[in-house]
């Protein structure tokens, strides 16, 4: 199994960032919410500041647990774990990712996720 964590960043506009996967990566071309493996021996809080510092440049702090998800990609186990976080600072520069956006997720329908994101995309929306 596969430890993953995802930040769901609110702005000042109760917007959500979501970030579309490359190509060349895995599930690319769909959006999800940013985060990465999570390293041995380290929390899922410290993987996202250090995750979001290294792909998008931008300091967080995760501030609350938002749930869990398993997912199953082939033979390949996931249990992505969310939490929610605030943005700090930082101008977002892209690494795994070819374009980010701020969205309301009533309009979360216009975007297509990637298969573990989807949970907390439907929690988010109803």
């Not at 041995?40 to 996202?48: F, V």
């Not at 990712?97 to 979360?108: A, Q, S």
Request: charged share 30%; hydrophobic share 40%; net charge negative.
């Amino acid at each position: 199994m596969i430890r993953v964590a995802a930040a769901i960043i609110e702005n000042g506009q109760r917007q959500l960032l979501i970030a579309r996967r490359k190509k060349g990566k895995s599930q690319e071309g769909m959006w999800e919410f940013p985060g990465g493996k999570i390293e041995h021996e380290e929390t899922a809080e410290e993987c996202l500041k250090r995750e979001l510092r290294e792909e998008m440049n931008i300091e967080i702090e995760p501030y609350a647990y938002f749930g869990v998800n398993d997912h199953w990609y082939g033979e390949t186990h996931i249990r992505l774990i969310a939490y929610r976080a605030g943005y700090v600072r930082g101008e977002i520069r892209l690494v795994d990712h070819d374009e980010y956006v701020w969205v309301n997720p009533r309009h979360f329908g216009e975007f297509t996720f990637a298969p573990a994101d989807v949970r907390f995309v439907e929690m988010l929306y109803h």
